[in-house]
Nanobody
């Protein structure tokens, strides 16, 4: 499956932004999907994930401002980001992985086989 993220751009602190990830090739209905981000000079960071069943997962610290959703019919996964902060500036990636993975694996990069090229989000103060 090929993934393409879109929706990034330059926004001001406090703004909202919605990222989309569109899949091509195979259907995504049997995959767990997730969003990661990587800021300059930092490691890739897990944001939120959504299981093939529709259940979401991830740290509570991200849950308040970041909401993940999926539309299997449209083969898209979205990330709604609210109250953005300058420290949210990063390249955002969507990823897909096998539905058989356990939660602890899904919280890291190793839980995903397929990655999109990323979309840049810049939040100015």
């Amino acid at each position: 499956v090929q993934l393409q993220a879109s929706g990034g751009g330059l926004v001001q602190a406090g703004d909202s932004l919605r990222l989309s990830c569109t899949a091509s090739g195979r259907a995504i209905s049997t995959y767990n999907m997730a969003w990661f981000r990587q800021a300059p000079g930092k490691e890739r960071e897990f944001i939120r994930g959504i299981r093939w069943s529709g259940n979401t997962y991830g740290a509570d610290s991200m849950k308040g401002r970041f909401t993940i959703s999926r539309d299997n019919a449209e083969k898209t996964v979205s990330l709604q980001m609210n109250s953005l902060k300058p420290e949210d500036t990063a390249v955002y990636y969507c990823a897909a992985g096998s539905k058989s993975k356990i939660l602890s694996t899904l919280l890291g990069s190793g839980g995903y086989h397929y990655w999109g090229p990323g979309t840049l989000v810049t939040v100015s103060s």
